[in-house]
């Protein structure tokens, strides 16, 4: 059981590039979402997904696009990489959102840098 | 919405219990006082979670005040690894899938 994993866990784009984040969960959780981590910030909601071919945006969905076709998998994609997108990006997954089941489970994170 | 606020940083010797607090004077009555925490450079790790009586797990343990307007976070034998920010979490509003929003938590800082 590996729970939350996210790859790569360094990247290093120039402005204008495209990436994908990827996050895959092995707990057949329905929620996935991702945030990201500015230095001294807390956490910021960027996308989530409550299920397979449903995502909604956050706080911070400009400039990122996610996409949901199976259970287990939740990319992020960057379409053309800003310095103002360097950032820690953590993907996260819960069994659901209901009140009382928001326990979300994170993966290690991807450290994104945009020259 | 319920907004939380928290102290910026704590300091607390090893062995000794860590109190942290958060205020959440805007909750709801169904909403859930969620903590997590993160240590430096690792994805966050849920701690605890409550709504109006007090909880204890392996981790710590949740005291909710009676109005339920605030909340305390016990570490009761903290340690060196405990050193990390906590955050205090309210379901911002029940929709049944709204995601939770962290704030910028408290430091704690466990001296030997």
């Known amino acids: 059981n590996a729970g939350v994993t996210q790859t790569p866990k360094f990247q290093v784009l120039k402005t204008g590039q495209s990436m994908t984040l990827q996050c895959a969960q092995d707990m057949n959780h329905e929620y996935m979402s991702w945030y990201r981590q500015d230095p001294g910030m807390g956490l910021r909601l960027i996308h989530y997904s409550v299920g397979a071919g449903i995502t909604d945006q956050g706080e911070v969905p400009n400039g990122y696009n996610v996409s949901r076709s199976t259970t287990e998998d939740f990319p992020l994609r960057l379409l053309s990489a800003a310095p103002s997108q360097t950032s820690v990006y953590f993907c996260?997954?819960?069994?659901?959102?209901?009140?009382?089941?928001?326990?979300?489970?994170f993966g290690s994170g991807t450290q994104l840098s945009v020259l | 919405d319920a907004k939380t606020t928290q102290p910026p940083s704590m300091d607390c010797a090893e062995g000794r219990a860590a109190n942290l607090p958060c205020n959440h004077s805007?909750?709801?009555?169904?909403?859930?006082v969620y903590w997590y925490r993160q240590i430096h450079s690792q994805g966050p790790q849920y701690i605890i979670h409550g709504l109006k009586n007090n909880e204890t797990n392996e981790m710590a343990s949740l005291i909710i005040t009676e109005d339920r307007k605030s909340s305390t976070l016990i570490l009761p034998h903290a340690t060196l690894r405990d050193t990390a920010v906590y955050y205090c979490i309210v379901r911002v509003r029940y929709s049944g899938n709204t995601p939770l929003v962290f704030g910028k938590g408290t430091r704690l800082s466990v001296i030997a």
């Open positions: 805007t909750i709801s009555g169904n909403e859930y």
């Open positions: 996260a997954s819960s069994y659901s959102m209901g009140p009382g089941n928001e326990k979300l489970f």
